[in-house]
Nanobody, 119 residues
Framework: QVQLVESGGGLVQAGGSLRLSCAASGSIFSMDTMAWYRQAPGKQRERVAVVTSGGTKNYADAVKGRFTIARDNAKNTVYLQMNSLKPEDTAVYYC?????????????WGQGTQVTVSS
């Protein structure tokens, strides 16, 4: 059973930094795409950053140049380094691994970690 556990959230002032971690267990993840999503109150969940098994990275426009996603396959962990944080980055951040079983997508999610940026 795949399990994802996020950590590293907290309260930070605008302009500050946080580093989120997501530890995965229950499978081998080196061939998986891994992603970070966030959901602010009253808004839809949105993808923030993604890294493929080959190391290709993609970012939402809102975080380009400020956030960096990285993975450590030896530790089954994906990170999100968040710099120059803004109040609009306030959200619950979720780790995600999408997989396909017989052509059907199945998403694994962590429990989420709260990030609050004060102005």
């Amino acid at each position: 059973q795949v399990q994802l556990v996020e950590s590293g959230g907290g309260l930070v002032q605008a302009g500050g930094s946080l580093r989120l971690s997501c530890a995965a267990s229950g499978s081998i993840f080196s061939m998986d795409t891994m992603a970070w999503y966030r959901q602010a109150p009253g808004k839809q969940r949105e993808r923030v950053a993604v890294v493929t098994s080959g190391g290709t990275k993609n970012y939402a426009d809102a975080v380009k140049g400020r956030f960096t996603i990285a993975r450590d396959n030896a530790k089954n962990t994906v990170y999100l380094q968040m710099n120059s944080l803004k109040p609009e980055d306030t959200a619950v951040y979720y780790c995600n691994i999408p997989r396909s079983y017989d052509g059907t997508r199945h998403d694994y999610w962590g429990q989420g970690t709260q990030v609050t940026v004060s102005s």
